[in-house]
T-cell receptor, first 107, second 113 residues
Framework: DAKTTQPPSMDCAEGRAANLPCNHS???????VYWYRQIHSQGPQYIIH???NNETNEMASLIITEDRKSSTLILPHATLRDTAVYYC????????FGTGTRLQVFP | GAGVSQSPRYKVAKRGQDVALRCDPI?????LFWYQQALGQGPEFLTY????????KSGLPSDRFFAERPEGSVSTLKIQRTQQEDSAVYLC???????????FGPGTRLLVL
């Protein structure tokens, strides 16, 4: 499974877009990019995933570069409840979590 | 529909005791995963089942850890002769297929004294 690199922390103002980057330069052709988040004391929550194309759902958008070596998770209008640790994972079956990005949304 | 459930939610064990942690996956989900999350760290993979077959147990830290899923539904993670370093949150996830989205339970918080 490919290793991912994320900034340890980010801040975002409530109502603004939060753009969380992830580097996965060693990703293999059959590995998906998954994003999960974890709010304190809860299990990880699935956000979105993609293989090659950009994806959007009710929670977020995922932008994957053409060479698939990096991606960006976009929360279009961050709220205080989006404060969490966000994990970017590249893989097929088992998920290899790194240390994630701690996103703090402030009023 | 119900999500993944785990029991107990909290477990305190004395060092040397055996513990059993249960996971009820989402109905119909073929694959089941166990992860261990130490304080302040991301979850780490332990083992993975497809139906009743344990396909990958490369993450189990020692032979004191044993997992089973005898009928391809409920799974139990057993830790024998618990030690203080086993203190962690144990997370279970299930997915309809692999590769596929994994849905996590709330975890069992184990404290070994």
């Amino acid at each position: 499974d490919a290793k991912t690199t994320q900034p340890p922390s980010m801040d975002c103002a409530e109502g603004r877009a939060a753009n969380l980057p992830c580097n996965h330069s060693t990703i293999s052709g059959n590995e998906y990019v998954y994003w999960y988040r974890q709010i304190h004391s809860q299990g990880p929550q699935y956000i979105i995933h993609g293989l090659k194309n950009n994806e959007t759902n009710e929670m977020a958008s995922l932008i994957i570069t053409e060479d698939r070596k990096s991606s960006t998770l976009i929360l279009p209008h961050a709220t205080l409840r989006d404060t969490a640790v966000y994990y970017c994972i590249a893989g097929t079956d088992k998920l290899i979590f790194g240390t994630g990005t701690r996103l703090q949304v402030f009023p | 529909g119900a999500g993944v459930s785990q029991s107990p939610r909290y477990k305190v064990a004395k060092r040397g005791q055996d513990v059993a942690l249960r996971c009820d996956p989402i109905s119909g989900h073929v694959s089941l995963f166990w992860y261990q999350q130490a304080l302040g760290q991301g979850p780490e993979f332990l083992t993975y089942f497809q139906n009743e077959a344990q396909l990958d147990k490369s993450g189990l830290p020692s032979d004191r850890f044993f997992a089973e899923r005898p009928e391809g539904s409920v799974s139990t993670l057993k830790i024998q002769r618990t030690q203080q370093e086993d203190s962690a949150v144990y997370l279970c996830a299930s997915s309809l297929e692999v590769p596929g989205t994994q849905y996590f339970g709330p975890g069992t918080r184990l404290l070994v004294l």
